[in-house]
């Protein structure tokens, strides 16, 4: 092996290690509480997104079962030695619920080891007055370029009570959710698929 390849890889192992280290830095960070940001009406989304070549992951999306609009851009919080990780800024450009402002944060995502999935921290509980809360972990699987699904993490914990009472009295039950996963997610609206048409109609 020669110094060159040697340096060659050298490199790309600080290029991972510093894209996870800025990655897990923003997830991390994720306030408890949404904030509002200027400059997120779908028409100047669309133009801020048509002067740069667009990441698979990046576009105008909406939400299959409310209709709700969001945009998922890159965002590069810090650039270090000139290199930007992939990280992705989740923003509402329109809600369902009225008390939800245009350019609510909704959370961050950034790439995986595995080709179209992501991981990130986004808002799960809405309040009346427009403040997204409760942050939790989740995993986006982008599917044929135009279907995003979203999986919330799962912590199950099982307490096993069956040795603790005596024979005679041993009653076992278990509830299982049967809903098949992936079926919660968006279809992507802009830029639109030349493959695939819309699965329902746009209403901006």
Same mark, same amino acid.
């Not at 290029?15 to 408890?32: F, M, N, Q, R």
């Not at 997120?40 to 133009?47: F, G, I, L, M, N």
């Given at each position: $092996?020669?110094?060159?390849?040697?340096?060659? #890889?050298?490199?790309?192992?600080?290029?991972?290690?510093?894209?996870?280290?800025?990655?897990?830095? #923003?997830?991390?960070?994720?306030?408890?509480?949404?904030?509002?940001?200027?400059?997120?009406?779908?028409?100047?989304?669309?133009?801020?997104?048509?002067?740069?070549?667009?990441?698979?992951?990046?576009?105008?999306?909406?939400?299959?079962?409310?209709?709700?609009?969001?945009? #998922?851009?890159?965002?590069?919080?810090?650039?270090?030695?000139?290199?930007?990780?992939? #990280?992705?800024?989740?923003?509402i450009i329109k809600s369902p619920m009225l008390s939800i402002e245009n350019g609510t944060l909704m959370g961050y995502i950034s790439n995986t080891a595995k080709r179209n999935c992501y991981e990130g921290k986004l808002y799960t509980k809405g309040s009346l007055n427009g403040i997204l809360s409760k942050p939790q972990t989740f995993t986006l699987n982008l599917t044929d370029d135009y279907l995003l699904s979203f999986?919330?993490?799962?912590?199950?914990?099982?307490?096993?009570?069956?040795?603790?009472?005596? @024979? $005679?009295?041993?009653?076992?039950?278990?509830?299982?959710?049967?809903?098949?996963?992936?079926?919660?997610?968006?279809?992507?609206? @802009?830029?639109?698929?030349?493959?695939?048409?819309?699965?329902?109609?746009? @209403?901006?």
């Amino acid at each position: $092996m020669t110094r060159n390849h040697l340096r060659h #890889i050298i490199f790309a192992l600080l290029t991972l290690v510093i894209s996870h280290a800025t990655s897990a830095h #923003i997830l991390d960070a994720l306030p408890e509480e949404s904030q509002v940001l200027n400059g997120y009406q779908y028409d100047s989304v669309v133009t801020r997104l048509d002067q740069s070549p667009l990441h698979d992951i990046e576009g105008v999306w909406q939400f299959i079962d409310n209709g709700a609009t969001i945009v #998922i851009e890159r965002f590069d919080p810090d650039v270090v030695a000139g290199y930007q990780a992939n #990280i992705y800024r989740i923003v509402i450009i329109k809600s369902p619920m009225l008390s939800i402002e245009n350019g609510t944060l909704m959370g961050y995502i950034s790439n995986t080891a595995k080709r179209n999935c992501y991981e990130g921290k986004l808002y799960t509980k809405g309040s009346l007055n427009g403040i997204l809360s409760k942050p939790q972990t989740f995993t986006l699987n982008l599917t044929d370029d135009y279907l995003l699904s979203f999986h919330e993490y799962k912590t199950e914990v099982k307490i096993d009570l069956w040795r603790w009472i005596p @024979y $005679m009295y041993r009653v076992g039950f278990s509830i299982k959710n049967t809903r098949p996963k992936g079926l919660d997610g968006c279809v992507r609206i @802009y830029p639109q698929s030349t493959t695939h048409p819309p699965l329902n109609p746009r @209403y901006l």
